[in-house]
């Protein structure tokens, strides 16, 4: 479980931030992040076949498939106490020049609870021939869980590009620091 906590707070990000309209809960914010800054591989050798840019996170491997584990940090949001942020969904959105690829994601949320450290939620979405572009879209369902430290681990096929990563949560009350 070390490795997925590790990237929250390690990472220097480009990342932002996005307010929709307010629900009976408070309101909805899309936090999203590029890939290329917000997502680690699992091992060296993983890390070793990435290549960070601008366009996103690329497997460069004709062969071989590799592990990641991202996650948009909060340190712009400060929840006031008593108040809760509930991961409401995750999203990750990728791209290949392969004719077909599944690729899988297990989205992990801390809530926070006595004996329970993280709830997992897994996702896949397979490309085809008239598609070469895809996304995860993992729900963490509304209100389940209050969350302040959440990821999202994803195999990156061969010669495929992970392109974004989204996260909606929901929080009763913030205050977000520019």
Not at 50 to 70: F, H, K, M, P
Not at 77 to 94: A, E, G, K
Not at 143 to 163: D, E, H, N
């Amino acid at each position: 479980m070390n490795k997925i906590v590790a990237p929250f707070f390690a990472l220097g990000l480009v990342a932002g931030v996005t307010q929709a309209q307010d629900t009976l809960d408070g309101p909805d914010t899309r936090l999203w992040a590029l890939p290329a800054t917000a997502c680690v591989a699992n091992t060296p050798t993983d890390e070793a076949l990435l290549l960070r840019s601008i366009e996103g996170l690329r497997n460069t491997s004709a062969t071989r498939t590799v592990w990641v584990t991202c996650s948009v940090p909060m340190p712009n949001l400060v929840v006031l106490p008593n108040d809760d942020i509930r991961v409401v969904r995750t999203r990750m959105s990728f791209a290949t020049s392969l004719s077909r690829v599944t690729m899988p994601c297990k989205a992990a949320v801390n809530i926070g609870a006595p004996g329970i450290d993280f709830v997992y939620f897994w996702g896949q979405a397979t490309t085809n021939t008239e598609s070469r572009t895809g996304s995860v879209q993992i729900e963490t369902g509304t209100g389940r869980f209050t969350a302040s430290v959440f990821g999202i681990t994803c195999k990156i096929p061969q010669s495929s590009t992970l392109t974004e990563l989204e996260v909606l949560v929901r929080a009763t009350n913030f205050i977000q620091i520019e």
